[in-house]
């Protein structure tokens, strides 16, 4: 939901969340407002076309920083060595942003962009630095988590992001997991 700008000499932050989400991005522009030029803007729902089609973009707000050459690095990170670096902060972020959370129990993660060494890692991090073992789908671009699991998911995500969130009302108290 978030990347840093590919242009060489404009790095830039900018993170977009639907409007189901807008306490979450709204807490993490409170975190980035020192570095943004502006608040959060809201986008319009619009279509966009990819080769022959038209596709319906749906709405959502978005927040960017100034240009701040301190992102390069970090833009020039492989996924390894940012995988390297998870924190239960990153990890909270992660799930929020790209995983769901079915039957208000089981915590099913997306991690397709991923290639299969960094999935290979992802899992080894999962399991030697937070104790959470993942399972392996059929279709390989998802990896699920048991009960006792995804409650250390739920668990870790409401150590570190506010409960009062929107995406956290939706993803996990809405669903009994807390």
Request: net charge positive; proline share 3%.
């Amino acid at each position: 939901d978030g990347h840093i700008d590919k242009r060489e000499t404009q790095p830039i932050f900018i993170v977009s969340h639907a409007e189901n989400q807008k306490d979450y991005l709204f807490w993490k522009y409170d975190i980035l407002k020192n570095i943004c030029n502006k608040e959060p803007s809201y986008v319009a729902e619009n279509k966009s076309g990819f080769g022959d089609k038209e596709y319906i973009c749906q709405p959502v707000y978005r927040i960017s920083t100034k240009i701040i050459d301190d992102l390069k690095p970090i833009r020039d990170m492989s996924k390894l060595e940012i995988i390297n670096k998870l924190n239960e902060f990153g990890l909270a972020i992660h799930f929020l942003d790209d995983a769901s959370c079915s039957k208000g129990e089981y915590w099913d993660l997306c991690y397709a962009a991923f290639t299969e060494e960094e999935k290979g890692l992802y899992r080894k991090i999962l399991k030697d630095r937070f104790g959470i073992e993942a399972r392996l789908r059929k279709d390989n671009r998802y990896i699920g988590f048991g009960k006792e699991d995804s409650k250390k998911i739920s668990d870790i995500i409401l150590r570190n992001i506010p409960n009062n969130l929107d995406i956290i009302k939706y993803k996990l108290l809405k669903k009994g997991v807390a």
